[in-house]
């Protein structure tokens, strides 16, 4: 059986799917990796960076400023997800609550209160240089 070449507009569905699902996981390593080290480890945004970039070059988006902000825009996204998760995680240790339930809890102006004491300096630098990276991977 001879092979043929997968369609690309057929399979434009997998890279958002790949996207979130990546995205997704690397959360929950990045998670756990935090609550076991006992620090922000904010180093893992710069993997998160490496990591969406790489999600879209194998999920076949062409090249370019729209993969680009792509990128960007799931290294946020990764950035964001995982401070929320984090700020209810330790909240819901001390209040006896599952994780989710303590993310379904959490209002926007407490994690936001919470999560900037969290960040120093050192946290936002590699977070910013996670996004710079992200756009430089991906274009």
Same mark, same amino acid.
């Given at each position: 059986?001879? =092979?043929?070449? #997968?369609?690309? /507009?057929? *399979?434009?569905?997998?890279?958002?799917?790949?996207? %979130?699902?990546?995205? *997704? #996981?690397?959360?929950?390593?990045?998670? +756990?990796?935090?609550?076991?080290?006992?620090?922000?480890?904010? $180093?893992? &945004?710069?993997?998160?960076?490496?990591?969406? *970039? @790489? @999600?879209?070059?194998?999920?076949?988006? /062409?090249?370019? !400023?729209? /993969?680009?902000?792509?990128?960007?825009?799931?290294? &946020?996204?990764?950035?964001?997800?995982?401070? $929320?998760?984090?700020?209810?995680?330790?909240?819901?240790?001390?209040?006896?609550?599952?994780?989710?339930?303590?993310?379904?809890?959490?209002?926007? =102006? =407490? *994690?936001? !209160? +919470?999560?900037?004491?969290?960040?120093?300096?050192?946290? +936002?630098? $590699?977070?910013?240089?996670? +996004?710079? %990276?992200? $756009? %430089?991977?991906?274009?």
């Amino acid at each position: 059986m001879p =092979h043929t070449p #997968c369609d690309t /507009r057929s *399979a434009r569905w997998i890279v958002p799917v790949m996207l %979130l699902l990546g995205s *997704a #996981c690397f959360v929950l390593v990045w998670t +756990l990796l935090a609550i076991y080290l006992e620090s922000q480890s904010s $180093w893992m &945004a710069v993997v998160g960076a490496i990591e969406s *970039a @790489l @999600l879209l070059r194998l999920g076949g988006m /062409r090249p370019g !400023i729209r /993969r680009a902000a792509l990128a960007v825009g799931a290294t &946020a996204g990764i950035i964001l997800l995982f401070n $929320w998760v984090m700020v209810a995680t330790q909240i819901g240790m001390v209040m006896g609550l599952n994780p989710l339930d303590s993310a379904l809890k959490l209002g926007m =102006h =407490h *994690a936001q !209160i +919470l999560a900037s004491l969290a960040n120093g300096g050192a946290d +936002l630098a $590699w977070m910013a240089l996670a +996004l710079v %990276l992200a $756009w %430089l991977l991906a274009r």
